[in-house]
């Protein structure tokens, strides 16, 4: 199954910023188009959560907890979707994995890419 590669995780201050990246790999178009895409994110010891959704038509969704000050975008040209994250909360500290959805759920899981917001 086809994976996508989630980059750009890092450690920051609270109210700082970052953008993550999601691409597929070069060989392969069907994972990107036409579907949708999203991001979630996970902390040990809980569930993994939703995060945002973008269609292959650009309508999007996003948790409350990120409204305002998450914006999810994508390029099917670059077979990649970003995440611009501001006002990072330490509440936002986790492993982020973006993934397609797929006919059955969820799925091409990325390796996940860790962000930390101190304090």
């Known amino acids: 199954q086809v994976r996508l590669v989630e980059s750009g995780g890092s450690s920051v201050q609270a109210g700082g910023s970052l953008r993550l990246t999601c691409a597929a790999p070069r060989s392969i178009t069907s994972v990107f188009n036409p579907t949708t895409l999203g991001w979630h994110r996970q902390v040990p010891g809980k569930e993994r959560e939703f995060v945002a959704r973008?269609?292959?038509?650009?309508?999007?969704d996003y948790a409350d907890s990120v409204k305002g000050r998450f914006t999810i975008s994508r390029q099917n040209a670059r077979k990649t979707v970003y995440l611009q994250m501001n006002s990072l909360k330490p509440e936002d500290t986790a492993v982020y994995y973006c993934a397609r959805e797929g006919p059955y759920g969820w799925d091409s899981w990325g390796q996940g890419t860790q962000v930390t917001v101190s304090s």
């Open positions: 973008i269609t292959s038509s650009g309508v999007i």
